[in-house]
Nanobody, 121 residues
Framework: QVQLVESGGGLVQAGGSLRLSCAAS????????MGWFRQAPGKEREFVAA????????YYADSVQGRFTISRDNDKNTVYLQMTTPKHEDKAVYYC??????????????WGQGTQVTVSS
């Protein structure tokens, strides 16, 4: 069982930067692919980024490629999402998720409660 707790959300200016964090419980954090997803009002939840357990590979949605960076610190059981030059369309609730193994695709078994990100002009 993995418990995930996101933090770092809030109000950010368009063109600014914001870093989200997700702290995970458990002693096998390094064996999980960690992902970030988001859900905007009235829209379905969508994939944002993911990183393998060893941090050797990352994967991004086209909409955030080049602007967002996912990273992890396995010693701290934490995964991060650095958001740079955010746009109004990045406003959403951001969720951290985990799935065992090394594949980015497939069902993510564990989810955090989400953290709200709002982008202002």
């Amino acid at each position: 069982q993995v418990q995930l707790v996101e933090s770092g959300g809030g109000l950010v200016q368009a063109g600014g930067s914001l870093r989200l964090s997700c702290a995970a419980s458990g002693r096998t954090f390094g064996s999980y692919v960690m992902g970030w997803f988001r859900q905007a009002p009235g829209k379905e939840r969508e994939f944002v980024a993911a990183i393998r357990g060893s941090a050797d590979r990352t994967y991004y949605a086209d909409s955030v490629q080049g602007r967002f960076t996912i990273s992890r610190d396995n010693d701290k059981n934490t995964v991060y999402l650095q958001m740079t030059t955010p746009k109004h369309e990045d406003k959403a609730v951001y969720y951290c998720a985990a799935r065992p193994g090394w594949q980015f695709y497939g069902t993510y078994d564990y989810w955090g409660q989400g953290t709200q990100v709002t982008v202002s002009s």
